[in-house]
């Protein structure tokens, strides 16, 4: 039998995350172990409950959500974290996966997508919303149009393909997934990734992404 998925729920609107966690505690493979109103209040929760995924809003009093998701990560690495926000501007984005959010949905979606969403990451895939990747999409397609910063070419130094596949993994696709997409084996899109690391001297999937961005090149 599948153990359920415990969730640890943070939001500073009670009501609103009131009626978010009577509808998951319908869900029966999900159990809701506690609820927080900000990010230190979770922080205070995460070693007592010790979530499977955390569901985290952004705007909050005391601690922020993208603040908040930094330190839990640390704290416990193993927990998976949600973003659940109205925010949908790139920085709030860029910041919150940079933090280590493996998900970002944005409070208009559906409780179906929300679900999924949970249930996603809990297996550790990333889920990012269509209408957030769009825009995690169109930040990687300036970095080719920018200018790039005297002395620092290990982006320019990656293949087409190279910069193909680093778009895929900041939008949380697996070494499978990839392979599919772009209809190569799975062994050449470990080949290619090894070599973007090596060449953006980072040591994980979700640093190369972030070096790119950040790099606003």
Excluded: W
Excluded at 50 to 78: E, Q
Excluded at 114 to 133: H, N
Excluded at 181 to 196: F, Y
């Amino acid at each position: 039998m599948q153990s359920k998925i415990r969730l640890l729920l943070c939001d500073d609107h009670a009501i609103f995350r009131q009626g978010v966690r009577k509808l998951l505690e319908l869900e029966p493979d999900i159990i809701v172990v506690g609820d927080a109103g900000n990010g230190q209040e979770m922080l205070d929760l995460l070693k007592k409950t010790g979530p499977d995924v955390i569901l985290m809003d952004i705007g909050m009093p005391n601690m922020d959500g993208v603040t908040a998701t930094s330190k839990a990560k640390k704290i416990l690495p193993r927990a998976k974290v949600v973003i659940f926000t109205v925010f949908e501007d790139e920085p709030h984005i860029f910041q919150a996966i940079k933090a280590g959010a493996m998900g970002y949905l944005l409070k208009d979606a559906s409780f179906d997508e929300l679900i999924a969403a949970i249930r996603s990451v809990y297996k550790g895939e990333a889920l990012i919303q269509p209408v957030v990747a769009t825009k995690v999409l169109k930040e990687f397609a300036m970095l080719d149009k920018r200018k790039l910063k005297e002395g620092d070419r290990f982006y320019s130094d990656l293949t087409e393909r190279e910069k193909e596949i680093l778009r895929l993994i900041a939008l949380g696709g697996a070494n499978k997934e990839i392979a599919k997409k772009l209809g190569i084996a799975e062994k050449t899109v470990k080949n290619h990734i090894s070599s973007i690391f090596q060449t953006l001297h980072v040591n994980n999937r979700t640093q190369a992404a972030i070096y790119a961005l950040d790099k606003k090149i």
